[in-house]
């Protein structure tokens, strides 16, 4: 079992940056490729970004490359997600994620372990 609990959101004006993180708890969590996925009302839960067991390795969204940035540190078993240039289509839940092992994917239902989220909002 991995847990994950989020925190670091938060409202934000267009433009701004927040940092999001992830606390991991559990079994070989350093064994685990961490993600980031976020759901807006009334749309489905999207891949933001993910990052290696190694940290060697990360892969994003096209809708937010070169805006945001993913980090892990595993002697702390926390994944960091920096965020820049937030614009108000970034406003979601945001969901810190984990499956075992690798390759890095990108669909919600390759990862097992789900935190609570945390909401973040961008205002215009």
């Known amino acids: 079992q991995v847990h994950l609990v989020e925190s670091g959101g938060g409202l934000v004006q267009a433009g701004g940056s927040l940092r999001l993180t992830c606390a991991a708890s559990?079994?070989?969590?350093?064994?685990?490729?961490l993600g980031w996925f976020r759901q807006a009302p009334g749309k489905e839960r999207e891949f933001v970004a993910a990052i290696s067991w190694s940290g060697d390795f990360t892969n994003y969204a096209d809708s937010v490359k070169g805006r945001f940035t993913i980090s892990r540190d595993n002697a702390k078993n926390t994944v960091f997600l920096h965020m820049n240039s937030l614009k108000p289509e970034d406003t979601a839940v945001y969901y810190c994620?984990?499956?075992?092992?690798?390759?890095?994917?990108?669909?919600?239902?390759?990862?097992?372990?789900w935190g609570q989220g945390t909401q973040v909002t961008v205002s215009s």
């Open positions: 559990g079994r070989a969590v350093s064994t685990h490729v």
């Open positions: 994620a984990a499956r075992y092992g690798h390759p890095i994917l990108a669909a919600s239902s390759d990862y097992d372990y």
